[in-house]
């Protein structure tokens, strides 16, 4: 490759003078080769200097003043850059759409207190429903996510029945009626192939003593004198156990109580629910209990903190097993029912065995 492959002779861009003040003497004595060796690497300028040099070419100083540019086309000047400001600290989030979450858990209120104090059969009719949807939920998640297939017809039919067994015959007849379902379940199943069976069954009758069983301890709490206020106490002290967890723990929360099932729970909240259900529990038991005492509230308030929390570790394992945030999305901000249901399930025996401890049946 000769020299004319490579264009004009160097310009005063890229040395800085002008072409006869070159670092190379002209003619002949400098020979091709010497020249391959020693030239410079071709200048390929942008359009709009060629128009410039051509236009200014007698111009020295302008053609000084290009040395500060680009010697090739990518060499673009750019602005230094500046450092990236620190993003803003970050704030706690709830998690939930806290606004979904207050007006579902307002209007829920209102249909239980509603139904509760108006008439008693009302109430038992929202509990059997709260209890097929939650084996609904339930069952199909089972279904979904292990291929566990529940039979879901005796589990609603037999559960409903539960619940209302339990209000018309007490603990006798939730009994009866709980094992009645749980032979509604075995021969149910055997009208499929027997490929999964024990293992259909095992859900079923797991899933009826779960939901419904321990659901006609509501019922159950419903059929005293003072059966509204006693359910009433049990529901407020869950939720404020719940609640006292949740801002004690988003707010000073810092040791995970059991990081593996819930992350999100912490010692912290722990003592907020104990302190919250505590004082409700006292509160309660002194002005709607009737023949209550404020110091059986104390220990009602520290027996519902723990079963509310071991009950919603339950739920939350099982969900973990399942690999799923929710049971359903039947609640705007909550979830699915038994993802409200978590806590009050295994809470209800808790409160009901109590009250029949310290006030009579």
């Given at each position: 490759m000769n020299d004319s492959s490579?264009?004009?002779?160097?310009?005063?861009?890229?040395?800085?003078?002008?072409?006869?003040?070159?670092?190379f003497p002209a003619g002949p004595a400098y020979g091709e080769h010497e020249v391959e060796q020693t030239r410079p690497m071709p200048i390929v300028?942008?359009?709009?200097?060629?128009?410039?040099?051509?236009?200014?070419?007698?111009?020295?100083?302008?053609?000084?003043?290009?040395?500060s540019g680009p010697l090739f086309r990518d060499e673009i000047p750019q602005e230094p850059m500046s450092a990236p400001e620190p993003p803003p600290p970050e704030k706690k989030k709830a998690g939930r759409d806290l606004r979904a979450a207050i007006g579902v858990g307002v209007?829920?209120?209102a249909l239980v207190v509603g139904s509760l104090f108006i008439v008693k059969a009302v109430f038992v009719g929202v509990i059997a429903v709260a209890v097929v949807v939650g084996l609904w939920e339930l069952t199909s998640r089972l279904e979904e996510r292990k291929g566990i297939k529940a039979p879901l017809v005796p589990l609603a039919v037999g559960g409903a029945a539960m619940v209302v067994?339990?209000?018309?015959?007490?603990a006798e007849g939730a009994w009866v009626?709980?094992?009645?379902?749980?032979l509604a379940v075995l021969v149910w199943r055997m009208t499929e192939p027997p490929e999964g069976y024990l293992k259909d069954v095992t859900a079923g009758v797991f899933a009826a003593f779960y939901v419904p069983f321990l659901a006609t301890f509501v019922a159950m709490m419903l059929t005293a004198d003072d059966g509204p206020q006693r359910v009433l106490t049990f529901l407020l002290l869950t939720v404020?156990?719940?609640?006292?967890?949740?801002?004690?723990?988003?707010?000073?929360?810092?040791?995970?109580?059991?990081?593996?099932?819930?992350?999100?729970?912490?010692?912290?909240?722990?003592?907020?629910?104990?302190?919250?259900?505590?004082?409700?529990?006292?509160?309660?038991?002194?002005f709607l209990i009737d023949d209550g005492q404020w110091w059986q509230g104390l220990l009602l308030g520290l027996a519902v903190a723990a079963s509310a929390t071991l009950g919603?570790?339950?739920?939350?394992?099982?969900?973990?097993?399942?690999?799923?945030?929710?049971?359903?999305?039947?609640?705007p901000g909550h979830g699915g029912i038994m993802d409200r249901l978590d806590s009050l399930l295994p809470t209800a025996p808790v409160v009901w065995l109590l009250l029949v401890l310290f006030v009579g049946s």
């Open positions: 490579w264009g004009a002779p160097p310009r005063a861009e890229y040395w800085g003078q002008a072409p006869d003040q070159g670092p300028p942008d359009a709009g200097r060629d128009a410039e040099s051509a236009d200014n070419s007698d111009d020295r100083d302008q053609g000084a003043a290009r040395l209007g829920l209120g067994a339990g209000y018309v015959r007490g009626a709980m094992a009645l379902t749980a404020v156990s719940d609640t006292g967890a949740y801002a004690i723990g988003w707010r000073f929360g810092k040791t995970k109580l059991a990081p593996r099932i819930s992350p999100g729970k912490t010692r912290e909240g722990l003592v907020g629910a104990v302190t919250f259900a505590m004082v409700a529990g006292a509160l309660c038991m002194q919603d570790l339950g739920e939350s394992m099982i969900k973990r097993d399942l690999g799923i945030k929710d049971m359903g999305t039947l609640l």
